[in-house]
Protein backbone atom coordinates (compact mmCIF):
# COMPACT_ATOMS: atom_id res chain seq x y z
CA UNK A 1 0.00 0.00 0.00
CA UNK A 2 1.38 3.55 -0.65
CA UNK A 3 1.31 6.40 1.69
CA UNK A 4 -1.56 8.29 2.34
CA UNK A 5 -2.49 11.33 0.38
CA UNK A 6 -2.74 14.19 2.68
CA UNK A 7 -4.49 17.72 1.37
CA UNK A 8 -4.72 21.19 2.58
CA UNK A 9 -6.44 24.28 1.67
CA UNK A 10 -4.59 26.67 -0.58
CA UNK A 11 -3.92 30.42 -1.00
CA UNK A 12 -7.44 30.83 -2.36
CA UNK A 13 -9.57 28.48 -0.57
CA UNK A 14 -8.46 25.62 -2.90
CA UNK A 15 -7.25 22.03 -1.77
CA UNK A 16 -3.75 21.19 -2.41
CA UNK A 17 -1.95 17.51 -1.96
CA UNK A 18 1.22 17.69 0.09
CA UNK A 19 3.85 18.40 -2.73
CA UNK A 20 1.72 21.22 -4.17
CA UNK A 21 1.69 22.74 -0.53
CA UNK A 22 5.38 22.70 -0.70
CA UNK A 23 5.07 25.03 -3.35
CA UNK A 24 3.14 27.92 -1.88
CA UNK A 25 4.63 31.32 -1.20
CA UNK A 26 7.54 32.00 1.18
CA UNK A 27 5.96 34.80 3.07
CA UNK A 28 3.25 32.22 4.94
CA UNK A 29 3.07 33.39 8.45
CA UNK A 30 3.35 30.69 10.80
CA UNK A 31 0.68 31.62 13.77
CA UNK A 32 -0.07 30.45 17.56
CA UNK A 33 -3.93 30.50 17.63
CA UNK A 34 -5.85 30.43 20.77
CA UNK A 35 -9.25 28.57 21.58
CA UNK A 36 -9.72 29.79 25.01
CA UNK A 37 -12.76 28.22 26.60
CA UNK A 38 -15.82 30.37 26.83
CA UNK A 39 -16.99 31.99 30.17
CA UNK A 40 -19.55 34.26 28.72
CA UNK A 41 -22.70 33.76 30.39
CA UNK A 42 -24.66 31.04 28.73
CA UNK A 43 -21.86 30.57 25.91
CA UNK A 44 -22.00 26.73 24.90
CA UNK A 45 -20.41 26.99 21.46
CA UNK A 46 -16.65 26.74 20.62
CA UNK A 47 -14.65 28.18 17.69
CA UNK A 48 -12.86 25.46 15.94
CA UNK A 49 -13.58 21.83 16.08
CA UNK A 50 -10.95 19.49 16.45
CA UNK A 51 -11.31 18.52 12.49
CA UNK A 52 -10.02 22.41 12.01
CA UNK A 53 -7.39 22.19 14.49
CA UNK A 54 -6.01 18.90 12.48
CA UNK A 55 -5.68 21.21 9.78
CA UNK A 56 -4.26 24.32 11.47
CA UNK A 57 -1.55 22.52 12.28
CA UNK A 58 -0.49 20.45 9.13
CA UNK A 59 -0.59 23.77 7.81
CA UNK A 60 2.35 24.55 10.11
CA UNK A 61 0.47 26.28 12.82
CA UNK A 62 0.73 26.02 16.83
CA UNK A 63 -2.80 25.42 18.27
CA UNK A 64 -3.68 26.11 22.01
CA UNK A 65 -6.93 24.64 23.26
CA UNK A 66 -7.91 25.42 26.55
CA UNK A 67 -8.99 22.47 28.73
CA UNK A 68 -12.73 22.00 28.47
CA UNK A 69 -13.13 24.30 25.76
CA UNK A 70 -15.03 21.92 23.63
CA UNK A 71 -16.99 20.38 26.38
CA UNK A 72 -20.57 21.95 25.71
CA UNK A 73 -20.16 20.75 22.31
CA UNK A 74 -18.95 17.14 23.78
CA UNK A 75 -15.36 17.51 22.16
CA UNK A 76 -12.83 16.02 24.98
CA UNK A 77 -9.46 17.31 25.20
CA UNK A 78 -8.21 14.07 23.92
CA UNK A 79 -9.88 14.49 20.64
CA UNK A 80 -7.99 18.32 20.06
CA UNK A 81 -4.83 16.79 21.57
CA UNK A 82 -5.22 13.35 18.86
CA UNK A 83 -4.99 16.07 16.56
CA UNK A 84 -1.75 18.30 17.47
CA UNK A 85 -3.87 20.51 19.89
CA UNK A 86 -2.12 21.61 22.86
CA UNK A 87 -4.14 21.43 25.73
CA UNK A 88 -3.36 24.27 28.37
CA UNK A 89 -5.04 24.41 31.93
CA UNK A 90 -4.74 28.03 32.30
CA UNK A 91 -6.95 30.89 30.46
CA UNK A 92 -4.37 33.31 31.55
CA UNK A 93 -2.14 31.64 29.09
CA UNK A 94 -3.85 31.27 26.58
CA UNK A 95 -5.28 34.97 25.96
CA UNK A 96 -1.00 36.13 27.17
CA UNK A 97 0.41 33.41 24.23
CA UNK A 98 -1.56 33.95 21.30
CA UNK A 99 -1.33 35.52 18.10
CA UNK A 100 -4.85 34.95 17.12
CA UNK A 101 -7.59 34.57 19.67
CA UNK A 102 -10.53 32.91 17.70
CA UNK A 103 -13.38 33.50 20.21
CA UNK A 104 -17.18 33.26 19.93
CA UNK A 105 -18.56 35.55 22.25
CA UNK A 106 -16.97 38.81 22.67
CA UNK A 107 -13.71 39.14 24.75
CA UNK A 108 -14.75 40.04 28.77
CA UNK A 109 -13.10 43.35 29.96
CA UNK A 110 -11.19 40.69 32.62
CA UNK A 111 -9.91 39.03 29.31
CA UNK A 112 -8.38 42.34 27.79
CA UNK A 113 -5.99 43.00 30.56
CA UNK A 114 -4.25 39.34 29.96
CA UNK A 115 -3.62 40.19 26.16
CA UNK A 116 -0.42 41.24 24.72
CA UNK A 117 0.47 43.70 22.18
CA UNK A 118 -0.42 43.39 18.75
CA UNK A 119 -2.79 40.09 19.14
CA UNK A 120 -5.48 39.31 16.32
CA UNK A 121 -8.86 38.87 18.04
CA UNK A 122 -11.33 37.39 15.85
CA UNK A 123 -14.75 37.21 17.97
CA UNK A 124 -18.45 39.04 18.08
CA UNK A 125 -18.58 42.21 18.96
CA UNK A 126 -21.88 43.05 20.15
CA UNK A 127 -21.30 47.02 20.36
CA UNK A 128 -24.83 47.96 21.31
CA UNK A 129 -23.96 46.13 24.61
CA UNK A 130 -20.48 47.37 25.36
CA UNK A 131 -18.68 50.43 26.72
CA UNK A 132 -16.72 52.71 25.34
CA UNK A 133 -14.24 51.97 27.87
CA UNK A 134 -14.10 48.46 26.60
CA UNK A 135 -12.86 49.53 23.51
CA UNK A 136 -10.38 51.86 24.80
CA UNK A 137 -8.21 48.73 26.49
CA UNK A 138 -8.70 46.86 23.19
CA UNK A 139 -6.76 50.08 21.91
CA UNK A 140 -4.38 49.73 25.10
CA UNK A 141 -3.40 46.84 23.73
CA UNK A 142 -3.14 48.01 20.16
CA UNK A 143 -5.19 44.53 19.37
CA UNK A 144 -6.11 44.51 15.53
CA UNK A 145 -9.67 43.44 16.47
CA UNK A 146 -12.19 42.54 14.31
CA UNK A 147 -16.16 41.51 14.80
CA UNK A 148 -17.19 38.33 12.81
CA UNK A 149 -20.76 39.83 12.27
CA UNK A 150 -19.28 42.51 10.25
CA UNK A 151 -17.62 40.53 7.62
CA UNK A 152 -18.71 39.96 4.12
CA UNK A 153 -18.35 37.30 1.35
CA UNK A 154 -17.61 37.95 -2.32
CA UNK A 155 -21.43 38.36 -2.60
CA UNK A 156 -22.06 40.66 -0.09
CA UNK A 157 -23.22 38.78 2.44
CA UNK A 158 -22.57 38.38 6.16
CA UNK A 159 -21.41 34.52 6.45
CA UNK A 160 -21.32 34.12 9.76
CA UNK A 161 -24.60 35.53 10.53
CA UNK A 162 -26.37 33.86 8.18
CA UNK A 163 -25.30 30.35 9.48
CA UNK A 164 -26.37 31.27 12.81
CA UNK A 165 -29.80 32.65 11.88
CA UNK A 166 -29.76 29.46 9.94
CA UNK A 167 -29.55 27.46 13.07
CA UNK A 168 -31.46 29.95 15.18
CA UNK A 169 -34.19 29.66 12.64
CA UNK A 170 -34.32 25.77 12.39
CA UNK A 171 -34.14 25.58 16.25
CA UNK A 172 -36.74 27.63 17.32
CA UNK A 173 -39.31 25.43 15.22
CA UNK A 174 -37.10 22.25 16.85
CA UNK A 175 -37.86 23.78 20.03
CA UNK A 176 -41.70 25.13 19.53
CA UNK A 177 -42.34 21.15 18.49
CA UNK A 178 -40.92 20.23 22.06
CA UNK A 179 -42.73 22.26 24.14
CA UNK A 180 -46.44 22.00 22.21
CA UNK A 181 -45.82 18.43 22.24
CA UNK A 182 -45.39 18.45 26.01
CA UNK A 183 -49.01 18.29 27.61
CA UNK A 184 -47.38 19.26 30.89
CA UNK A 185 -47.15 23.04 29.88
CA UNK A 186 -48.56 22.84 26.50
CA UNK A 187 -51.69 20.80 25.49
CA UNK A 188 -50.29 17.92 23.43
CA UNK A 189 -49.93 19.38 19.92
CA UNK A 190 -48.04 17.47 16.89
CA UNK A 191 -46.19 20.04 15.55
CA UNK A 192 -47.27 20.41 11.43
CA UNK A 193 -50.30 19.37 9.56
CA UNK A 194 -52.43 16.11 9.20
CA UNK A 195 -55.37 15.43 6.41
CA UNK A 196 -58.78 16.52 8.15
CA UNK A 197 -57.08 18.16 10.69
CA UNK A 198 -55.96 22.23 11.82
CA UNK A 199 -51.93 22.66 11.20
CA UNK A 200 -49.78 24.21 13.24
CA UNK A 201 -50.24 28.00 13.09
CA UNK A 202 -47.05 30.07 12.99
CA UNK A 203 -46.77 34.01 13.65
CA UNK A 204 -43.40 35.10 12.78
CA UNK A 205 -42.50 38.78 13.46
CA UNK A 206 -39.55 40.06 11.14
CA UNK A 207 -38.81 38.54 7.79
CA UNK A 208 -35.16 38.71 8.15
CA UNK A 209 -32.73 35.37 7.94
CA UNK A 210 -33.92 33.79 11.18
CA UNK A 211 -37.70 34.66 9.79
CA UNK A 212 -36.83 33.22 6.50
CA UNK A 213 -35.22 29.80 8.03
CA UNK A 214 -37.94 29.21 10.42
CA UNK A 215 -40.80 29.98 7.99
CA UNK A 216 -39.05 27.20 5.72
CA UNK A 217 -38.29 24.61 8.83
CA UNK A 218 -42.02 25.33 9.83
CA UNK A 219 -43.67 24.76 6.38
CA UNK A 220 -41.37 21.13 5.65
CA UNK A 221 -43.53 20.24 8.74
CA UNK A 222 -46.87 21.40 6.99
CA UNK A 223 -47.53 24.38 9.56
CA UNK A 224 -49.70 27.64 8.55
CA UNK A 225 -47.17 30.47 8.42
CA UNK A 226 -48.10 33.91 8.41
CA UNK A 227 -44.88 36.83 7.98
CA UNK A 228 -44.95 40.36 9.18
CA UNK A 229 -42.48 42.62 8.26
CA UNK A 230 -43.05 46.43 6.97
CA UNK A 231 -39.93 46.06 4.85
CA UNK A 232 -42.16 44.60 1.84
CA UNK A 233 -39.09 43.36 -0.33
CA UNK A 234 -38.16 40.98 2.81
CA UNK A 235 -41.87 39.56 2.35
CA UNK A 236 -41.39 39.62 -1.33
CA UNK A 237 -38.44 37.46 -0.85
CA UNK A 238 -39.99 34.90 1.40
CA UNK A 239 -43.05 34.68 -0.92
CA UNK A 240 -40.31 33.89 -3.95
CA UNK A 241 -37.95 31.45 -2.16
CA UNK A 242 -41.23 29.52 -0.41
CA UNK A 243 -44.01 29.75 -2.31
CA UNK A 244 -47.21 31.85 -2.55
CA UNK A 245 -48.82 29.83 0.05
CA UNK A 246 -47.07 31.71 2.83
CA UNK A 247 -49.23 34.40 4.38
CA UNK A 248 -47.65 38.12 4.34
CA UNK A 249 -48.37 41.68 5.71
CA UNK A 250 -46.97 44.44 6.92
CA UNK A 251 -47.21 45.05 10.55
CA UNK A 252 -50.71 46.41 11.31
CA UNK A 253 -51.56 45.81 14.85
CA UNK A 254 -55.39 44.86 14.02
CA UNK A 255 -54.40 42.34 11.55
CA UNK A 256 -51.34 40.76 14.07
CA UNK A 257 -54.12 40.48 16.81
CA UNK A 258 -56.21 38.36 14.42
CA UNK A 259 -53.47 36.00 13.50
CA UNK A 260 -52.59 35.86 17.65
CA UNK A 261 -55.98 34.86 18.43
CA UNK A 262 -55.29 31.44 16.51
CA UNK A 263 -51.47 31.43 16.55
CA UNK A 264 -50.01 28.03 18.29
CA UNK A 265 -46.37 29.47 17.70
CA UNK A 266 -45.12 33.05 17.59
CA UNK A 267 -41.62 34.19 16.69
CA UNK A 268 -40.59 37.67 17.44
CA UNK A 269 -37.66 38.39 15.09
CA UNK A 270 -37.52 41.86 14.83
CA UNK A 271 -34.13 43.60 15.06
CA UNK A 272 -33.34 47.36 16.24
CA UNK A 273 -33.01 50.47 13.60
CA UNK A 274 -31.46 53.24 14.95
CA UNK A 275 -31.72 52.24 18.60
CA UNK A 276 -35.45 51.99 18.20
CA UNK A 277 -37.77 48.56 17.45
CA UNK A 278 -40.50 49.16 14.21
CA UNK A 279 -42.96 46.96 16.59
CA UNK A 280 -43.61 46.19 20.36
CA UNK A 281 -45.72 43.21 20.95
CA UNK A 282 -47.85 44.36 23.56
CA UNK A 283 -49.08 42.40 26.67
CA UNK A 284 -52.74 43.18 25.45
CA UNK A 285 -51.88 41.51 22.42
CA UNK A 286 -50.46 38.22 24.56
CA UNK A 287 -53.69 38.45 26.55
CA UNK A 288 -55.23 37.45 23.22
CA UNK A 289 -53.25 34.10 22.26
CA UNK A 290 -54.59 30.65 23.07
CA UNK A 291 -53.57 29.08 26.36
CA UNK A 292 -50.76 26.27 25.51
CA UNK A 293 -49.24 28.60 22.72
CA UNK A 294 -46.09 29.69 22.82
CA UNK A 295 -43.87 32.98 21.94
CA UNK A 296 -40.28 32.63 21.04
CA UNK A 297 -38.25 36.46 21.87
CA UNK A 298 -35.28 36.17 19.39
CA UNK A 299 -34.61 39.49 19.49
CA UNK A 300 -34.60 39.43 23.70
CA UNK A 301 -30.56 40.26 23.59
CA UNK A 302 -31.42 43.92 22.80
CA UNK A 303 -34.51 44.00 24.95
CA UNK A 304 -37.07 41.96 22.85
CA UNK A 305 -40.05 42.97 20.77
CA UNK A 306 -42.74 41.57 23.43
CA UNK A 307 -43.57 43.81 26.05
CA UNK A 308 -44.10 40.81 28.50
CA UNK A 309 -40.36 39.13 27.49
CA UNK A 310 -38.02 38.74 30.09
CA UNK A 311 -34.08 37.02 29.95
CA UNK A 312 -34.46 33.52 30.49
CA UNK A 313 -31.54 31.12 30.99
CA UNK A 314 -30.52 27.75 28.62
CA UNK A 315 -31.23 25.53 31.75
CA UNK A 316 -34.40 27.16 32.61
CA UNK A 317 -35.22 28.74 29.37
CA UNK A 318 -39.42 29.45 29.63
CA UNK A 319 -42.05 30.91 31.84
CA UNK A 320 -45.71 30.94 32.05
CA UNK A 321 -47.31 34.48 31.53
CA UNK A 322 -51.59 34.78 30.45
CA UNK A 323 -51.09 31.22 29.93
CA UNK A 324 -48.35 31.53 27.32
CA UNK A 325 -45.65 29.71 27.40
CA UNK A 326 -42.38 32.12 26.87
CA UNK A 327 -38.88 31.13 25.61
CA UNK A 328 -36.58 34.19 26.09
CA UNK A 329 -32.85 32.90 25.90
CA UNK A 330 -30.53 35.05 24.19
CA UNK A 331 -28.16 32.97 22.78
CA UNK A 332 -30.64 30.47 21.10
CA UNK A 333 -27.37 28.94 19.09
CA UNK A 334 -25.54 27.92 22.01
CA UNK A 335 -28.82 25.16 22.44
CA UNK A 336 -26.88 23.61 19.37
CA UNK A 337 -23.58 24.14 20.26
CA UNK A 338 -21.87 20.93 18.47
CA UNK A 339 -23.86 22.37 15.20
CA UNK A 340 -22.61 25.80 15.39
CA UNK A 341 -19.00 25.09 16.23
CA UNK A 342 -18.72 23.50 13.15
CA UNK A 343 -20.80 26.16 11.04
CA UNK A 344 -17.82 28.67 12.77
CA UNK A 345 -14.79 26.26 11.93
CA UNK A 346 -15.98 26.27 8.12
CA UNK A 347 -15.59 30.09 8.06
CA UNK A 348 -12.91 30.48 10.86
CA UNK A 349 -10.30 27.78 9.20
CA UNK A 350 -9.92 28.96 5.38
CA UNK A 351 -10.17 32.56 6.95
CA UNK A 352 -7.16 32.08 9.29
CA UNK A 353 -4.80 29.90 6.50
CA UNK A 354 -5.76 32.56 3.71
CA UNK A 355 -4.14 35.06 6.42
CA UNK A 356 -1.23 33.28 6.94
CA UNK A 357 -0.57 32.22 3.19
CA UNK A 358 -0.67 35.62 2.26
CA UNK A 359 1.82 37.17 4.62
CA UNK A 360 -0.42 38.28 7.72
CA UNK A 361 -3.08 40.04 8.51
CA UNK A 362 -2.12 43.46 7.25
CA UNK A 363 -1.30 42.21 3.98
CA UNK A 364 -4.57 40.55 3.88
CA UNK A 365 -6.70 43.20 4.53
CA UNK A 366 -5.16 44.67 1.62
CA UNK A 367 -6.10 42.42 -0.74
CA UNK A 368 -9.79 41.47 1.10
CA UNK A 369 -12.15 43.98 0.92
CA UNK A 370 -14.88 42.41 2.41
CA UNK A 371 -12.72 40.51 5.45
CA UNK A 372 -11.53 44.31 5.97
CA UNK A 373 -14.86 45.02 6.44
CA UNK A 374 -15.22 43.36 9.65
CA UNK A 375 -12.01 45.00 11.14
CA UNK A 376 -12.79 47.55 13.70
CA UNK A 377 -9.88 48.59 15.38
CA UNK A 378 -6.57 48.89 13.51
CA UNK A 379 -3.00 50.89 14.67
CA UNK A 380 -4.99 52.18 17.92
CA UNK A 381 -8.07 53.55 15.77
CA UNK A 382 -11.69 52.55 15.28
CA UNK A 383 -12.42 52.08 11.74
CA UNK A 384 -15.87 50.72 11.82
CA UNK A 385 -18.29 53.63 11.20
CA UNK A 386 -20.94 52.06 13.88
CA UNK A 387 -18.99 51.89 16.66
CA UNK A 388 -17.56 54.93 16.01
CA UNK A 389 -20.68 56.68 15.63
CA UNK A 390 -22.03 54.85 18.50
CA UNK A 391 -19.04 55.71 21.25
CA UNK A 392 -18.67 59.03 19.95
CA UNK A 393 -14.93 58.07 18.75
CA UNK A 394 -13.08 59.64 16.30
CA UNK A 395 -13.18 57.22 12.66
CA UNK A 396 -11.13 56.45 10.46
CA UNK A 397 -11.75 54.85 7.57
CA UNK A 398 -9.78 51.80 7.08
CA UNK A 399 -8.75 52.15 3.13
CA UNK A 400 -6.85 55.00 4.81
CA UNK A 401 -4.59 52.88 7.70
CA UNK A 402 -3.90 50.38 4.64
CA UNK A 403 -2.89 53.03 2.37
CA UNK A 404 -0.42 53.56 4.90
CA UNK A 405 1.86 50.28 4.24
Request: charged residues 20%; proline residues 4%.
Amino acid sequence: MGMKKHYFYGPTGEFLPLEKRLEVKNNQKKFVIGIPKEIAFQEHRVSLVPDSVKMLVHNGHEVLVEDGAGEYARFSNHDYAEVGGEIVNSHVDILARSDIIVKVAPLLMQEIQYMKKNQIVISAVNYYSQSKEYFESLIERNAIAIGFEFIKDNSGRYPVLMAMSEIVGYGVIQLAARYLSDNKISKGYLFGGLPGLNPTEVVIIGAGRVGLFSAKAAKAFGALIKVFDNKIYKLRSIVSELGPDIYTSVLHPEVIIKALKTANVVICALYMNDGELSFLLTEDMVKEMKEGSIIFDVSIDQGGCCETSEITYIDDPIFVKHGVIHYCVPNIASNFPRTAAYALSNFFTPLIIDIADNGGIKEYLRINPYFSQGTYILDEKICHPLIAQHFNFKYTPIQLLLGGF
